[in-house]
């Protein structure tokens, strides 16, 4: 096994299941408790954060973050197209997109899941996550207005972008908002739903 990834059920390891699987590398899924049998330590020993996704790499380094993991994969498995090459006309709009993903809209669930990690008060609580969610639905809309879908993210090109649509698309504020205020973004993500390699992965995460 080249790849040991611990993984949630729909979290942020659905991502990268879909990269290492889009990668062709070898992996195998591990619950938080790790496997001590084969040397894999529980997930907060790995990642102290306790984060999904964490990833174990052959000679034991351990990985964090979906972008990051992306870029190495990419090092891996270049043909798989998950970051477009240097010279490549998409690449600043995947650089772009990929930081407005990771470091705007996804501490949105990051914090917005756990409010009591940050405000103690109930109502304080209440307050803090609706705004994220607004918050959250406006970095979607900036995002929907510059897509031009052709039929990927990025146009004619596949990336790991459109991973991050079909597995964000079904988080909040889920589907049915994203098929009525950002349809093209749903289209992506449609699209990343009908890749063959891809719908098993989704139907484990999602059920479907
Ligand atoms: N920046 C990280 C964010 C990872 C993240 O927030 N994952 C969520 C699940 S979707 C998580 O594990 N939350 C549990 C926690 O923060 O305790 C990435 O891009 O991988």
């Not at 790790?34 to 790499?57: H, I, M, R, V, Y």
């Not at 972008?67 to 197209?81: E, M, Q, R, S």
């Not at 031009?148 to 972008?161: N, Y």
Request: proline fraction near 8%; include cysteine.
């Amino acid at each position: 096994m080249t790849y040991a990834l611990y993984a949630r059920k729909g979290w942020g390891s659905a991502i990268t299941e879909a990269a290492l699987t889009c990668a062709e590398v070898d992996f195998e899924l591990l619950g938080a408790r790790g496997d001590p049998s084969k040397g894999f330590p529980p997930l907060k020993e790995a990642n102290p954060l306790g984060q999904w996704p964490t990833l174990l790499c052959a000679d034991g380094t351990v990985m964090t973050e979906t972008a990051a993991i992306l870029f190495h994969l990419d090092d891996v498995a270049p043909k798989a197209g998950l970051v477009p090459p240097k010279r490549a006309r998409e690449r600043r709009a995947f650089l772009r997109w990929l930081q407005v993903i990771v470091g705007a809209i996804y501490p949105t669930f990051t914090y917005a899941d756990y409010p009591g990690r940050y405000v103690s008060a109930k109502v304080a609580q209440k307050e803090l996550v609706d705004n994220i969610a607004q918050r959250r639905k406006t970095i979607w809309i900036q995002i929907e207005g510059e897509l031009q879908p052709s039929p990927w993210f990025l146009g004619a090109r596949f990336s790991g972008l459109d991973i991050y649509a079909a597995v964000m698309t079904r988080w909040g504020p889920r589907r049915k908002w994203f098929a009525a205020h950002c349809p093209k973004l749903m289209s992506v993500a449609k699209q990343a739903d009908a890749i063959p390699a891809l719908v098993p992965i989704w139907k484990r995460n999602f059920g479907r």
